[in-house]
């Protein structure tokens, strides 16, 4: 039986599904993991970027702070973090997907505040609002879009990364891989290529969630200028690989 035969059989056996350490459990940590990742990452990420939009500084800190969290391998904060207090286990997974996770969220939360139209800003001044007011009833509802751009792909890295979790026992679908791993290619195959389309069906799942939720929250006008100025960014990207 070759590998494929063995993932789909591997995962149409109910007991994969509802034994203990199964699919479900593996499927609930994995969640559990990414979701508070993300959510210490929108914690550290969003005021920062904010503020940073709002005081009209700090471009070069943003871009910074992006390049050098990026630089990081995931795994290299996995291999360490373990050796501090926090142990192994989850702490020190949700820390390092976290780090993984500022910059979309750093990025988008400055770009979407530095956007909004500088008479927009006027006018409000002009009204009498302060500028925690400013933050609060201008700009940060029209950075909404943004802020949800940059959810979604720190949402989709973060779990399509937490199988590496596994490396530190700190659970999720990455159990199944590195169990397939445990038994030998020659047995565990169908394993391995299971956990692997079970985490790369759940980041496609998380992607198309968030993109309707993006959509949701982008009004028509904002939907069509982002679409402009995406169209403009391949244009020019074409032009600049066809003249290279």
Not at 29 to 48: D, F, K, Y
Not at 196 to 201: F, I, S, T, Y
Request: charge should be positive; aromatic fraction near 4%.
């Amino acid at each position: 039986m070759n590998p494929i035969d063995q993932a789909v059989t591997w995962i149409n056996d109910p007991l994969n599904w509802t034994n203990p350490g199964g699919i479900l459990d593996r499927l609930v940590e994995h969640l559990g993991i990414s979701a508070a990742a993300v959510a210490l990452g929108c914690l550290v990420a969003w005021p920062l970027g904010l503020w940073l939009g709002h005081s009209g500084r700090g471009g070069g800190a943003v871009v910074l702070v992006s390049n050098i969290t990026l630089a990081i391998p995931t795994i290299a904060l996995l291999t360490i973090l373990p050796l501090t207090a926090l142990g192994f286990g989850k702490p020190p997974v949700i820390i390092a997907l976290a780090v993984f996770a500022v910059p979309p969220l750093l990025a988008n939360a400055y770009t979407g505040i530095r956007q909004v139209d500088p008479e927009v800003r006027d006018a409000a001044r002009g009204m009498g609002l302060s500028g925690g007011q400013l933050l609060r009833r201008v700009e940060l509802p029209l950075a909404v879009p943004y802020l949800a751009a940059g959810f979604r792909t720190a949402a989709v890295q973060v779990v399509a990364t937490a199988a590496l979790a596994s490396f530190v026992n700190g659970g999720g679908l990455g159990q199944i891989i590195s169990a397939g791993f445990g038994l030998g290619i020659s047995v565990g195959g169908g394993q391995i290529l299971a956990g692997g389309l079970l985490v790369a069906l759940l980041a496609l799942v998380i992607e198309l969630i968030f993109a309707g939720v993006e959509r949701i929250v982008t009004p028509r006008p904002l939907r069509r200028t982002r679409r402009r100025v995406a169209r403009q960014a391949d244009q020019r990207a074409a032009a600049a690989i066809t003249g290279s």
